[in-house]
């Protein structure tokens, strides 16, 4: 397995890479920046890429099986999001690689009572414009003329441990007993490594909470 993953030095991006390398699959991290990297392994290459190029997408995805966007735009910028989920397409398409997989947003999952996550009275203010970019941008995969796959979040993710356990949803939020939806950095990037093996949710979005 050859995978190729923007985003690779961010948090989620980081683990991902972790992960993937853990299953000795060969692993490019596509950075703006490749002195970001400071992870070394024989199962690791470091290319420097712009995601918003979509010629730069094409160039460095070939040969590869599949591409993993962990990419996030800054703070401010949300509409790059949009600009980026294009260029990946379109980059995904000329390079041949067979699939692509998305680490989405978890505002446009589904409540309990139907409402969308990022629609409740409890959803931060200042993350809204993100969330909504999220949205956005799953409905350009959804139209999408390539094998996509977008993994949403529980309502929040943080840095933790490495259980292996967790539960699989499809639009609507995972929670637990109390109400809770949550799952580590570290579980997410088990669950979406697990489906660029399996591709049980080929051309359609889950979700992974406890």
């Avoid at 683990?15 to 060969?26: D, P, T």
């Avoid at 067979?98 to 959803?123: C, H, P, Q, Y």
């Avoid at 933790?160 to 109400?179: M, N, S, Y």
Wanted: net charge negative.
């Amino acid at each position: 397995m050859k995978v190729i993953i923007f985003g690779a030095t961010g948090t989620i991006g980081k683990a991902l890479v972790k992960e993937a390398i853990k299953r000795k699959y060969e692993v490019t991290a596509a950075v703006r920046d490749p002195q970001r990297v400071t992870e070394q392994n024989e199962y690791l290459t470091v290319v420097q890429a712009d995601i918003l190029n979509p010629n730069s997408v094409t160039e460095v995805a070939k040969g590869h099986d599949a591409i993993i966007s962990a990419y996030g735009p800054k703070f401010g910028a949300e509409e790059e999001l949009l600009e980026a989920t294009r260029s990946l397409l379109e980059g995904t398409r000329r390079s041949g690689a067979e699939r692509i997989l998305v680490v989405g947003g978890a505002g446009s999952l589904k409540t309990e009572n139907g409402e969308r996550l990022m629609d409740t009275a409890e959803f931060p203010e200042e993350v809204k414009p993100l969330a909504a970019a999220h949205a956005d941008a799953l409905e350009l995969y959804r139209a999408a003329d390539v094998d996509w796959t977008y993994c949403s979040p529980a309502g929040i993710i943080e840095p933790g441990k490495r259980t292996g356990q967790f539960r699989i949803g499809l639009d609507h939020l995972v929670v637990d007993e109390l109400g809770h939806s949550r799952i580590s950095v570290e579980d997410y990037a088990v669950a979406l490594i697990d489906e660029l093996v399996e591709g049980e949710f080929v051309n359609s979005r889950f979700t992974v909470g406890y």
